[in-house]
């Protein structure tokens, strides 16, 4: 891994590299990097991972088993533009598999803690739209729902 620009370190209690191996079988134009683990006198066990580096999507993280001092909070989450409601529909299913848990306007957790928003780049552009009422109408819509229904924002916008 590189040291130039940003990488998101993400704290897990012992499940960094189960995690990276769920993101980068989620995500296109990911990979594992390198594993480092514990030393011998570490406050972990010795020979455990401790940290994982893995790119998904291109974006590059480190997972570290920290302990259970640190929790994930919707205070900070990693946004996923969609080009279609398919690709809607695969991120909220593979994020949401196994515990994880949908919740409203397109947020969701995955069986890690960690906030997701499924964004269809369609909501974008219909709650920025220059017309106010369309605009007011597509997000009403959006707050109504878990996950983003791109058909029922465009009818909705519309006015039906």
Not at 1 to 8: E, K, L, R
Not at 115 to 143: F, H, I, N, Y
Request: aromatic share 10%; glycine share 10%; net charge negative.
């Amino acid at each position: 891994m590189t040291t130039d620009g940003f990488t998101t370190c993400l704290w897990f209690d012992g499940q960094a590299e189960e995690a990276a191996h769920h993101y980068v079988s989620v995500f296109k134009n990911s990979s594992i990097g390198k594993i480092a683990r514990y030393p011998e006198g570490a406050p972990q066990a010795a020979g455990s991972v401790m940290t994982v580096e893995f790119t998904a999507n291109g974006h590059r993280f480190l997972a570290l088993n920290g302990g259970p001092q640190f929790k994930f909070t919707e205070a900070v989450s990693f946004m996923i533009f969609c080009q279609s409601q398919d690709e809607v529909d695969l991120y909220w299913t593979k994020l949401t598999e196994g515990g994880g848990e949908p919740g409203p306007c397109g947020w969701l957790k995955d069986r890690y803690g960690v906030s997701w928003q499924v964004v269809p780049d369609r909501l974008v552009e219909l709650t920025t739209d220059p017309d106010p009422q369309k605009a007011a109408r597509a997000t009403q819509a959006m707050m109504t729902m878990g996950k983003i229904d791109i058909a029922a924002l465009e009818k909705a916008a519309a006015g039906g």
